[in-house]
């Protein structure tokens, strides 16, 4: 007990003894001193000298009459590991007998179970409108069959029972056998659309899977098959009926499917229309990809994704190439079809050949340009040429009514004969700008700041182009810009009193700058109106999916900015942004990196090096590819990609991560941020915003 005797004489033993023994070891020590000799051992628990409660075995004997001794002997052992193993022991015992009794009740549960399910089991499968029925795996004959079977085929059980498969299912033996080993090999087996004989000798078409399982004691088959009949009725009527139509109609399963994507009905105009068999698309659900033309695919598969993911209708017109090589103009429509709990089903879609239908627009276009040269010429050559000749006479007119009073008269006819010259030949400049559209746009900028500049009598008008700025074609959103430009500097003319007008071109970023800022009267703030100018250069930007700044302060001058989003073409790229920028891919979904990398593969200066579509895949790829900027999804199915984000940085110190979730969550974005996102944007994003944001990381 760790005491030495010397400090255990002259003690109480009772005190020592534990509070809850202390009673019941007293009683006892009363009934020995009452009788002499040996007396049964007890138990109870006294202190270690390390703090710790020893339990004790103590032999007593009453020698109070030996005259030897005079006193009561007590001879004490430790028992505590024996008490610990006989509790142990106690214990186990319980959980024994408590375990025993439960699963003797959940057996009698699971017994009682078995016994309803077997009757319930009956029940369902007769009443089942599924045919289901069971045969014999080595004699092929039918040993039991619901009611619904018995309607299907119209036989009675007892002449079912005398039936095998060959006689039921109106294929040839070998492939019957065939399916039949691959059920008892594979265990179940979906087998798909069979037809079955009629004791009338008429075939019904079925839908069907099986299962290996054991009955009385004998490997069966259970086989289920769906009576398809109307279906097939309707699908027939329905091709027939869609094969009638100038149009390819098409059936595309969902993203949600077990095959997404996938084109299971595709009819004969297709063959007409691109030349390709319909079962081409069927057989290889890449085909649509490859056929779009490399210019449109960009925006027509962000469309697919954000209709995918929205399941609002697709709408698009885009080019395919031919299996001629020939280029296709199609107008795709596919509405997305839902089941009757919302879910979705299918989408059904429509395309229409509108190749003539563009060609006509472009002819079009050919003559509203060759008639806007032309007007453009007659006004330049002969309208504008008699207003100068009509300017030049009222000057002679002018000098030879001095003194009668009328001149002040006639230089207000000549200035107003001017003015009209100067917007004619201002809208006859804007008729020639379409064909100027493919010329860059700094040559484009300079000549109408130039002819601005005659225009404006009094005014000096500067143009500063900052360095950075796209030095290519602008094409459509080139000529946008130039109008507003041009409506800015005629306002500034017209109406400023300016000495001073400057032209400035920049880039911010993704987008292009343009601003016109002149030294002359301004406004006071909230006394504009919109007139007919100011709406027309709102519009436009707008168009442009621009913004639109018109600020002033009164004798202080007026400032109007454009801002537009950079077009996303390699020839536009703002110096400094990096040539080449590799990119790896991580999100669930293949058909979204299909996407990506098909959008990425149209510039030449991004690179798709990797793919996962899981943290395990990427965490695998992060220290084996060199890659400039990670493209990552956060919803995962092994995990949430933020947790990745400081793996990809440690695998590559220089690389950024752009997160491209559908999942707007704030506490996932917040916790994307924390974890060193370099950037975060929705799914749904426009394409261009996606490319402009790797290369603005890829750059550094």
């Not at 999916?545 to 002033?552: A, D, N, Q, V």
């Amino acid at each position: 007990m760790g005491h030495t005797p010397e400090e255990q004489v002259g003690t109480n033993a009772f005190a020592s003894i534990h509070p809850d023994d202390t009673g019941r070891a007293s009683r006892i020590f009363a009934e020995v001193l009452k009788s002499p000799g040996l007396h049964s051992p007890l138990e109870f628990r006294v202190p270690h000298k390390d703090g710790s409660w020893r339990y004790l075995e103590h032999a007593i004997n009453n020698l109070l009459d030996d005259p030897a001794v005079r006193g009561v002997v007590v001879n004490s052992r430790d028992v505590t590991e024996r008490k610990r193993a006989e509790e142990e022991v106690r214990r186990v015992n319980e959980s024994l007998e408590q375990r025993v009794a439960e699963r003797t009740e959940r057996l009698q549960a699971v017994l009682t179970e078995l016994e309803e399910n077997e009757q319930l089991y009956r029940t369902v499968v007769e009443q089942a409108a599924e045919n289901i029925f069971l045969v014999d795996a080595d004699t092929k004959r039918i040993i039991q069959a619901n009611a619904a079977l018995h309607r299907s085929l119209g036989y009675s059980t007892e002449e079912l029972r005398q039936l095998t498969l060959y006689d039921v299912i109106a294929h040839d033996h070998q492939n019957i056998e065939r399916n039949v080993r691959h059920i008892l090999e594979e265990g179940r087996l979906l087998i798909g659309e069979r037809r079955y004989r009629r004791k009338d000798g008429f075939l019904i078409d079925v839908e069907v899977s099986a299962s290996a399982i054991s009955y009385q004691g004998r490997e069966v088959i259970c086989i289920v098959a769906h009576d398809i009949t109307e279906r097939k009725r309707a699908e027939t009527r329905f091709r027939t009926l869609v094969e009638q139509i100038p149009a390819v109609t098409y059936i595309q399963e969902p993203i949600e499917s077990d095959n997404p994507k996938a084109v299971t009905y595709m009819s004969p105009q297709y063959e007409t229309m691109l030349g390709f068999p319909p079962e081409s698309e069927q057989l290889d659900e890449e085909h649509w990809h490859r056929m779009l033309h490399p210019e449109d695919r960009g925006r027509v598969l962000a469309e697919e994704v954000r209709t995918d993911e929205t399941g609002e209708p697709f709408e698009v017109e885009y080019r395919v190439i031919a299996r001629d090589n020939r280029v296709v103009w199609v107008r795709d429509q596919a509405l997305l079809v839902r089941d009757e709990e919302g879910r979705p089903a299918y989408w059904l879609g429509v395309q229409h050949d509108i190749t003539e239908q563009k060609r006509a627009e472009e002819a079009l276009r050919e003559v509203r340009k060759a008639e806007r040269s032309r007007i453009a010429r007659d006004l330049h050559d002969g309208v504008l040429q008699d207003l100068s000749y009509t300017t030049a006479a009222m000057g002679l007119i002018q000098l030879k009514a001095e003194g009668t009073g009328l001149g002040e008269e006639a230089q207000k006819a000549i200035d107003a004969i001017r003015r009209a010259a100067e917007g004619l030949r201002a809208a006859v400049n804007d008729l020639r700008l379409e064909e100027e559209r493919n010329r860059p746009f700094s040559e484009l900028i300079e000549s109408l700041v130039e002819r601005n500049r005659g225009m404006a009598r009094g005014q000096e008008i500067g143009l500063e182009v900052e360095e950075g700025f796209p030095t290519t074609a602008l094409g459509d959103a080139g000529m946008e810009i130039l109008r507003v430009i041009q409506e800015a500097l005629t306002n500034a003319r017209r109406h400023s009193g300016a000495r001073n007008v400057q032209v400035t071109l920049r880039s911010d970023e993704d987008e292009i700058v343009a601003e016109v800022s002149d030294d002359g009267r301004g406004f006071e703030p909230g006394t504009t109106s919109d007139g007919v100018g100011l709406r027309s250069m709102r519009e436009r930007a707008l168009v442009l999916s621009g913004k639109l700044e018109i600020e002033g302060e009164a004798r202080e001058g007026t400032r109007v900015e454009l801002r537009v989003p950079i077009p996303p073409r390699p020839e536009m790229l703002r110096e400094g942004v990096a040539m080449h920028t590799r990119v790896m891919l991580v999100d669930d979904h293949a058909h979204f990196r299909h996407l990506i990398t098909d959008l990425l593969g149209l510039e030449p200066d991004l690179e798709v090096v990797a793919q996962a579509g899981s943290l395990a895949e990427a965490r695998g790829y992060a220290s084996m590819a060199s890659f400039d900027v990670a493209v990552l999804d956060l919803g995962l199915p092994d995990g949430n990609g933020a947790d990745l984000i400081a793996e990809l940085h440690e695998a590559n110190p220089s690389a950024a991560v752009l997160v491209l979730s559908a999942s707007l969550d704030a506490r996932n974005l917040e916790r994307a941020t924390e974890a060193g996102a370099d950037e975060i944007l929705d799914k749904l994003a426009n394409p261009s915003e996606v490319v402009s944001a790797i290369r603005r990381l890829g750059s550094g």
